[in-house]
């Protein structure tokens, strides 16, 4: 400090010259300064409450072992953008991960290769031979009913980068034909979280292929409303008998209905007919905006339950118990049974939809009952078929719980990671397993210590400033 104010006696700042020459000298510090901080590449400080601009420890621990180069080519973005400075900070986890932003004319190569037109955006995730490109729509999806735009960057890049590192990329198959759910219609949010997961997905006409294909690492049905055919039947068994997994999710029944195909299906897990009938709740904290039909069930810990075993858990509306034989003919079976979701001890199941009440009835059954469980049935030393099961399948749905709260079942509390671990459970990729960042809300919520390096940065460097500039007047006044 002493040195400062003897150059500014010697009247270096009086002199008009030499204080622009002062001025471009900490003009051109600065420059240099943010240039090698650019250089660096620093992870930004991250002040959302969900971390949107930084990877989460689920995306580290998934890349970290990649042991082939990948390249990232961001086609005409900038390096302010925000899902550049993101994607910048794979190179920190895994230096074999390299970004790169070109464009059109740079790289004329790329944009032929991957039909990328000039003067428009494109993300290219290459490995090898293998290949992924992005849109700029691939990053956001949107909630219809909440009119939010939902940030999944991270998401579909961390599955870009897996699936092109990855030789086996399992595909998973929806069986279309028999249920009004459908991915095309009402479980679009289903469709896109999974195309953020390293799988392949489909949907099957059993009547049109005839069998099961050899590729399906999973096959998904949702709630039948009329019996299977025999050729579609036949064409299941033969699935299972050779190992393959199923994912069931089924409604409940206003009324009974005739299915021997699909009951037969069912019995090969030790699974009986679903009964025609509804859980309903009696204890409000176990139910969501006081409706007795939508409720919250507890969580069993289980391989594919334990991300989310002590969160919030999940929501189900009109439910189903799931009807099992008792544990001796299980084994006879040689089928292992793994609980993952029941309903309360304080719920009842009603058959009668006649009753005007939502009190427990006489009429009513109490228990607590199974809402999801896990079946490995054993077909040979060698051989399992898993079969993961769930009395609901609004959970998984678009369908919003009532006018007043809009949003879709998919997205209340932890429903997407119970079914999207289940799918990832029976793919056999049992390490990414975990729970989604999901939201695109931002919010302000800095850490004590990130509060005061902001505030430094906020208010300590202009009062410094400040005071720097009453000396100098100070001195340039008792020069006078």
């Known amino acids: 400090m002493k040195k400062f104010i003897d150059i500014i006696k010697k009247k270096w700042l009086i002199s008009g010259t030499k204080t622009i020459v002062m001025i471009a000298i900490l003009v051109a510090i600065f420059v240099l300064l943010n240039t090698g901080l650019q250089k660096l590449d620093l992870t930004p400080i991250d002040l959302t409450t969900e971390k949107l601009n930084s990877l989460t420890d689920t995306s580290k621990e998934k890349l970290q072992n990649i042991d082939k180069d990948v390249n990232i080519y961001f086609v005409g973005y900038t390096e302010d953008d925000q899902a550049v400075d993101l994607v910048k900070q794979y190179k920190n986890v895994n230096d074999k991960i390299n970004v790169e932003l070109v464009d059109t004319a740079q790289r004329p190569d790329l944009a032929q290769k991957y039909g990328i037109e000039s003067e428009s955006q494109g993300i290219i995730v290459e490995c090898g031979d293998n290949s992924r490109v992005l849109t700029v729509d691939d990053l956001y999806t949107y909630d219809n009913t909440t009119y939010e735009e939902i940030d999944i960057t991270e998401e579909k890049m961390t599955s870009s980068i897996l699936t092109v590192a990855t030789e086996d990329v399992p595909t998973v198959y929806f069986l279309n034909g028999y249920s009004n759910f459908s991915l095309e219609n009402n479980m679009t949010s289903l469709y896109t979280y999974l195309g953020n997961e390293v799988m392949n997905v489909e949907t099957l006409d059993l009547l049109v292929t005839g069998e099961v294909p050899e590729d399906c690492k999973t096959l998904i049905i949702t709630t039948p409303n009329a019996d299977f ?239 720097i500039g009453i000396v100098v007047w100070i001195i340039r006044g008792r020069k006078k």
């Open 229 to 467: 055919d025999d050729l579609t039947t036949s064409a299941i068994e033969d699935y299972i008998s050779n190992g393959g997994n199923i994912l069931w999710f089924n409604g409940a029944y206003a009324e009974e209905k005739d299915m021997p195909n699909v009951a037969s299906i069912l019995e090969l897990y030790g699974v009986q007919p679903f009964s025609t009938g509804i859980i309903l709740e009696t204890e409000e904290s176990n139910m969501i905006l006081n409706s007795p039909d939508t409720i919250i069930p507890e969580i069993q810990y289980a391989k594919i339950t334990e991300d989310i075993f002590s969160a919030q858990g999940a929501v189900l509306t009109s439910a189903t118990k799931i009807n099992l034989v008792d544990d001796d003919e299980l084994e006879e079976l040689g089928i292992g049974k793994t609980d993952l979701i029941k309903a309360t001890d304080t719920s009842f199941f009603r058959t009668d939809f006649t009753i005007d009440s939502l009190e427990e009835t006489d009429a009513d059954e109490e228990g607590e009952f199974i809402l999801g469980t896990l079946l490995d049935k054993e077909i040979d030393e060698d051989t399992h078929s898993k079969l993961v099961i769930y009395g609901e399948n609004y959970f998984i749905s678009d369908y919003a719980i009532n006018q007043s709260y809009a949003t879709p079942f998919f997205y209340i509390y932890n429903n997407k990671d119970l079914a999207i671990n289940s799918m990832v459970y029976l793919t056999d990729r049992e390490q990414d397993i975990t729970i989604r960042k999901t939201t695109g809300t931002v919010t302000y919520t800095a850490t004590e210590e990130e509060d005061k390096i902001i505030k430094a940065i906020i208010f300590t460097v202009p009062v410094f400033i400040i005071l």
